[in-house]
């Protein structure tokens, strides 16, 4: 009978941490498996697949950097060069977004980095290794492109908005403006690509890689609206971890401190209380770690005081928090 229960509260213990379906975070784009057949064909499965790896590598980046700003990934829409990803973190500043995008080619280099590194100190790792280290900075570099919607082209769009700002006082026309010269830009590698695709042919040798990754730019240049790939924020709830008890982590901040900067201090296995003070320090009010996690889905940017969406909560009566 105690065996009975001590295996029932394990499997209950890891349903509380686990996901119901892994699976469910990851789809596969047609084009995706239209060159996994080709590989197949050609023999080549096993570079496929280690570049698919590298590709869930790239995007995990990507969540891992977002998560920093209280954001989190929804789905990863899997296709032969990463993920195609649109209109996601909306609200971050065009500094953190930058941050965001080079996160993942930065991570394919360290990557890369770490197995040219081993060989120097193991040669005969080489013929184990090589796959996944060109694989890796092969990824990096060309999402390193700035063609919409690589990574390169998520910071062309940025920078540009930037730059059109000072000369347009309207955020959404600047916005709209950098993302047209992008998505021209993109047509301008797809067709150039395409163009050398027909060359390989008559000269007969065709690489395939380049016409999915031509086309792979087309599809988001002409209007990538996939609502299935995009970012949420995080939920940081602990209702299920507390029914097996968590230490409690207090930390005293200024009333002007950011959400951003609020979600620094959450820790894995800690449940946040945030005593919040004003200039003069007197205290203010306390937040719990859920009350702070509903603050975040209430702001309109994580870059707002922990005063702002604090009132804004008070007034709209949307968030079931009392002042301490």
């Not at 050609?42 to 700003?69: N, Y």
């Not at 959404?172 to 695709?197: Q, V």
């Not at 042919?201 to 990538?224: D, E, Y």
Request: a positive charge.
């Amino acid at each position: 009978m105690r065996n009975f229960r001590n295996t029932e509260r394990r499997k209950r213990r890891s349903r509380s941490f686990l996901p119901q379906n892994p699976f469910r975070y990851f789809r596969l784009h047609p084009l995706f498996l239209l060159v996994g057949v080709w590989y197949a064909i050609t023999g080549e499965l096993f570079l496929f697949f280690m570049s698919a790896l590298v590709a869930i590598q790239h995007e995990c980046a990507h969540a891992f950097a977002s998560a920093k700003l209280g954001y989190k990934l929804h789905k990863i829409v899997l296709m032969p060069f990463g993920a195609i990803i649109d209109a996601d973190l909306q609200g971050i500043s065009f500094k953190d977004e930058i941050f965001v995008a080079l996160c993942g080619p930065l991570c394919n280099l360290c990557t890369a980095l770490f197995f040219g590194a081993i060989w120097w100190f193991a040669p005969t790792m080489y013929a184990f290794t090589d796959t996944a280290f060109y694989s890796s900075i092969s990824i990096a570099l060309v999402n390193l492109l700035p063609a919409y919607p690589l990574d390169g082209g998520r910071v062309l769009r940025c920078a540009l908005t930037r730059a059109l700002l000072k000369k347009y006082s309207q955020a959404d026309k600047a916005e709209k403006i950098a993302d047209r010269i992008c998505r021209i830009i993109s047509l301008l590698f797809s067709l150039a690509m395409l163009g050398s695709f027909v060359l390989q042919i008559m000269h007969g040798t065709p690489n395939i890689t380049l016409l999915a990754f031509s086309l792979f730019l087309c599809v988001g240049a002409i209007g990538n609206r996939d609502k299935l790939a995009v970012y949420r924020k995080i939920d940081f709830s602990l209702h299920r971890p507390m029914q097996n008890g968590v230490e409690i982590r207090r930390v005293a901040v200024l009333d002007s401190c950011s959400i951003k900067t609020a979600l620094r201090f959450i820790t894995k296995g800690s449940y946040l209380v945030l005593e919040v003070y004003d200039e003069a320090e007197n205290r203010l009010f306390n937040l719990t770690q859920n009350e702070l996690a509903r603050l975040l889905l209430l702001a309109k940017t994580p870059y707002q005081s922990l005063r702002d969406v604090y009132n804004q909560a008070k007034n709209e009566q949307k968030a079931d928090i009392s002042p301490f």
